[in-house]
């Protein structure tokens, strides 16, 4: 278990915190990969994708094509949900927030330069995601030069971090809202 109903609302918070730091620097920690929700419309489209920073201030990064749908989605709207699951402890951590396209171009390029070049190919695709192929292969077609103009930065800012930790004794839940710059605790009903 992440924490117990005599873990201290403040010890919580270092708790989480430090496991999504430990997500998006340990390709093995379950907060890795991380199931982002976008809407489309009114319709939730969910995807996993990679944690690949977190900051002080918590805001998180995560890369895509450029071309993809969650692209699109966030630019007409950009709220977010991230669903973390950490089945060996068995705690779930839920962060809705406001997602947001990087344009600042050193950024982009810092994080471009930090992507090893066997996945910079991903982002090398002559065809944008979910295009209609006749075969599979049609797919993979790869532009020579690795380019980062397909490669795009995505900033989480959270505006609620939701945990919920399963425990045979009695679930326990906790949220914390932010206002202004501060967290904001509360016990809740789980």
């Known amino acids: 278990m992440l924490f117990t109903a005599s873990s201290s609302q403040k010890e919580v ?6 496991h999504l730091h430990l997500g998006a620097s340990d390709p093995k920690h379950p907060f890795h990969f ?3 929700c976008t809407l489309d419309g009114d319709q939730p489209d969910s995807r996993y994708v990679v944690l690949r920073e977190v900051n002080a201030a918590l805001q998180l990064f995560i890369y895509t094509d450029s071309r993809s749908e969650k692209i699109a989605q966030i630019n007409k ?3 977010v949900s991230l669903l973390f699951y950490h089945a060996e402890e068995r705690c779930q951590v839920k962060i809705n927030g406001k997602a947001n396209i990087v344009s600042n171009t050193e950024i982009h390029k810092e994080h ?3 992507i090893q070049k066997d996945a910079q190919k991903g982002y090398q695709s002559i065809l944008a995601p979910k295009t209609t192929v006749s075969r599979p292969e049609e797919g993979w ?13 995505i900033s ?3 505006d609620q971090i939701e945990c919920l930790q399963l425990d ?5 839940r906790i949220a914390f809202d932010k206002v202004k710059n501060n967290w904001i605790p509360a ?3 789980p």
């Open 13 to 18: 918070w270092s708790i989480i915190k430090n």
């Open 34 to 36: 991380v199931n982002l």
């Open 112 to 114: 471009w330069k930090s």
């Open 168 to 172: 045979r004794r009695g679930h326990l």
């Open 156 to 158: 989480i800012l959270p």
């Open 141 to 153: 077609e790869q532009k020579s030069d690795f380019q980062s103009k397909n490669f795009s930065v």
């Open 187 to 189: 016990w809740l009903v």
């Open 77 to 79: 709207n950009p709220n």
